[in-house]
């Protein structure tokens, strides 16, 4: 008789895992932080695309914010790229902070107004569409 005991506890690690990878429990989801910033860098990378915009402080310093996009994959579907984000974009964006650290942000919503490109999370599903022409 086989003993299942080892495969049953290695899929029940792995799955702990990869349920505890992508928690939001970071991120304060009862608050929404907007800011509008500059594309510095847009790292398309596994398991979540971050962008790294700068953003002028009320104070007039200069901050650099990181925001983390959903999963490779689903914005790969819904027709992101490594070239969608480029330095000099300007950005309105909008999302969770993180609880430890409030530059860091869960993206929920990005408009970009110079073609109308916009970028938000419905619940669990991205989506990109374009609400108006440039300009």
Known sequence: MRNWAGPIL??????SAA??????????????VRTDGVVEEFHFANPHPVLMIGVTAPSGAR??????????HELAEIGISKTT????DLVSVSGWPDKMEPKNIYLRRLDRPSDGLRYEQIGLTPRLTHISGPG
């Open 10 to 15: 290695t899929l029940s690690l792995l799955a």
């Open 19 to 32: 349920q505890a990878h992508h928690s939001l429990s970071g991120y304060d989801q009862g608050r929404n």
């Open 63 to 72: 901050q650099i914010w990181r925001l983390e996009m959903d999963n490779l």
């Open 85 to 88: 984000f480029k330095p000099g």
